[in-house]
């Protein structure tokens, strides 16, 4: 097998050198067959397709390589395969995918999300705004405690109504927030979460219990009536209410809810904390008979049955759950507005070098369309590039700042999107060309 499968390789090396490709394929192809596994045969077949123009074909063959030598263990290999068939066909979006779990594997976090952020830049421009935001999730998953980015990529789910998404990154923040203690923050995104996800019951627990404790008490009950509605028989609920009802200076609401607890607590055989919710009702009101004569302070007085439950608890029916807080009120360590939020990944960002001659090109096309374009405020956009406060398109425009149609659309994407690392990425760009330009 050996020695036929030498002589097809003479044949077809000396038919490639007489640029007779088609033939040379076929035997090349008779050769890989004797020999499946021969990579370097398959490599020098992907060159003969590509130069005989089958470049669809010469593709596969490199993917069939590349995945040969990730399965293998050979990662650098396969990165370097991967990344000639970006450069035959760019768009090959899933391969910066592909190329980011292998530099992610190889412990080169910032070439993986260098390769994360090329792979969304070009699904973006594709029109495949959504499934972008499947990737930067991935990208994320580098650096699971970043706060900011994540709540930025729940507000992204969430402009796209893809509410379920949503609710699992704010779900994330709060787990990593929780750790750092129940801080106003906490509170924000909480609140965030639950109009994205308004049947966590336990959720809406923890939120009364946050604006409780914080002094939120009106607040607190929008959100106990909600969840009173689903359990009317949860103790510690109607204990909040309570406590929420008397902040407020209405002691006889107050009492309602204390007179349920102590229901409740009867039925259990909890005596001893019906007492304490009774003795609670005698101090908002020393003369109701129902707490005294439960608590045996009146001669003859009898106590209701232990066996009976009288919820007086009055709820209203289709309660509408309470809007959210705004996002722009979360706090600058958190959240900031999408067009002034934080870089992405800080630690790991990378500008991506542009060719010379596109560069030339490009400010040639602005030229022609622009020949009365007022002098460039250089000083503006290094500012802003220092400062981390990406401008809009249309603040470049003013400081006369040359910006190409696909690039002024890609900046607005962006900046709603609260992308700013891209942004600022842009701008950088835009900054190298105009200073570069004026140099020369």
Same mark, same amino acid.
């Given at each position: 097998?050996?020695?036929?499968?030498?002589?097809?390789?003479?044949?077809?090396?000396?038919?490639a050198?007489?640029?007779?490709?088609?033939?040379?394929?076929?035997?090349?192809?008779?050769?890989?067959?004797?020999?499946?596994?021969?990579?370097?045969?398959?490599?020098?077949?992907?060159?003969?397709?590509?130069?005989?123009?089958?470049?669809?074909?010469a593709?596969?063959?490199?993917?069939?390589?590349?995945?040969?030598?990730?399965?293998?263990?050979?990662?650098?290999? &396969?990165v370097? *395969?991967?990344?000639? +068939? @970006?450069?035959v !066909? $760019?768009?090959?979006?899933?391969?910066?995918?592909? %190329? #980011?779990?292998?530099?992610?594997?190889?412990?080169?976090?910032p070439d993986?999300?260098?390769?994360?952020?090329?792979q969304?830049?070009?699904?973006?421009?594709?029109?495949?705004?959504?499934? &972008?935001?499947? *990737?930067?999730?991935? +990208? @994320?998953e580098? !650096? $699971?405690?970043?706060?900011?980015?994540?709540?930025r %990529? #729940?507000?992204?789910?969430?402009?796209?109504?893809?509410?379920?998404?949503?609710a699992?990154?704010y779900?994330?923040?709060?787990?990593?927030?929780?750790?750092?203690?129940?801080?106003?923050?906490?509170?924000?995104v909480?609140?965030?979460? @639950?109009?994205?996800? $308004?049947d966590?019951?336990?959720?809406?627990k923890?939120?009364?219990?946050?604006?409780v404790?914080?002094?939120?008490?009106?607040?607190?009950?929008?959100?106990?009536?909600?969840?009173?509605?689903?359990?009317?028989?949860?103790?510690?609920?109607?204990?909040?209410?309570a406590?929420?009802f008397?902040? @407020?200076?209405?002691?006889?609401?107050?009492?309602?809810?204390?007179?349920?607890m102590?229901?409740?607590?009867?039925?259990?055989?909890?005596?001893?904390?019906e007492?304490?919710?009774?003795?609670?009702?005698?101090?908002?009101?020393p003369?109701?008979?129902?707490?005294?004569?439960?608590?045996?302070?009146?001669?003859?007085?009898?106590?209701?049955?232990?066996?009976?439950?009288?919820?007086?608890?009055?709820?209203?029916?289709?309660?509408?759950?309470?809007?959210?807080p705004?996002?722009?009120?979360?706090?600058?360590?958190?959240?900031?507005p999408?067009?002034?939020?934080?870089?992405?990944?800080?630690?790991?960002?990378?500008?991506?070098?542009?060719?010379?001659?596109?560069?030339?090109?490009?400010?040639?096309?602005?030229?022609?369309?622009?020949?009365?374009?007022?002098?460039?405020?250089?000083?503006?956009l290094?500012?802003?590039?220092?400062a981390?406060?990406?401008?809009?398109a249309?603040?470049?425009?003013?400081?006369?700042?040359?910006?190409?149609?696909?690039?002024?659309?890609?900046?607005?994407?962006?900046?709603?999107?609260?992308?700013?690392?891209?942004?600022i990425?842009?701008?950088?760009?835009?900054?190298?060309?105009?200073?570069?330009?004026?140099?020369?």
């Open positions: 097998m050996a020695v036929k499968k030498q002589k097809l390789l003479q044949k077809a090396d000396a038919l050198r007489d640029k007779k490709f088609k033939k040379a394929i076929v035997l090349y192809r008779e050769a890989i067959a004797e020999e499946p596994n021969d990579i370097r045969t398959r490599l020098r077949l992907s060159e003969l397709l590509y130069q005989a123009g089958r470049t669809e074909e593709l596969a063959v490199l993917r069939y390589v590349g995945d040969y030598y990730r399965e293998h263990g050979f990662l650098l290999k &396969s370097a *395969v991967y990344k000639k +068939m @970006l450069e !066909d $760019p768009k090959l979006t899933d391969l910066h995918g592909t %190329l #980011a779990a292998l530099y992610f594997q190889l412990g080169m976090a993986a999300i260098r390769q994360f952020k090329s969304i830049r070009a699904m973006i421009r594709q029109g495949k705004v959504v499934e &972008s935001l499947h *990737v930067v999730r991935s +990208m @994320l580098l !650096d $699971p405690g970043n706060v900011m980015d994540r709540l %990529l #729940a507000e992204a789910f969430s402009r796209h109504e893809l509410i379920d998404e949503a699992v990154e779900r994330r923040v709060l787990a990593v927030l929780e750790k750092g203690g129940r801080t106003s923050d906490w509170g924000k909480a609140l965030r979460y @639950l109009h994205h996800s $308004p966590d019951f336990e959720g809406r923890a939120v009364v219990e946050f604006l404790e914080t002094g939120d008490y009106l607040r607190a009950l929008q959100h106990l009536l909600i969840a009173l509605n689903k359990d009317p028989m949860d103790v510690r609920l109607l204990d909040l209410a406590t929420s008397e902040m @407020l200076g209405q002691p006889g609401k107050s009492i309602v809810a204390l007179k349920s102590a229901a409740l607590f009867r039925h259990r055989g909890q005596a001893r904390e007492q304490t919710a009774l003795v609670r009702v005698l101090g908002l009101d003369k109701d008979a129902h707490a005294r004569r439960a608590l045996g302070m009146d001669v003859g007085g009898e106590a209701p049955p232990a066996g009976e439950v009288v919820l007086e608890w009055d709820m209203p029916v289709g309660f509408a759950p309470p809007e959210p705004p996002v722009p009120e979360l706090s600058d360590t958190v959240y900031e999408p067009s002034f939020a934080e870089e992405w990944v800080e630690d790991a960002t990378i500008v991506e070098t542009v060719d010379p001659d596109a560069l030339k090109e490009l400010m040639a096309l602005e030229d022609d369309r622009e020949p009365s374009r007022p002098p460039v405020d250089v000083l503006a290094k500012r802003a590039i220092d981390r406060r990406p401008m809009t249309e603040q470049l425009m003013q400081a006369g700042v040359p910006l190409s149609a696909e690039d002024r659309e890609e900046l607005q994407f962006f900046l709603a999107s609260g992308l700013k690392d891209e942004a990425s842009i701008l950088q760009e835009t900054y190298n060309r105009v200073t570069r330009e004026g140099a020369s």
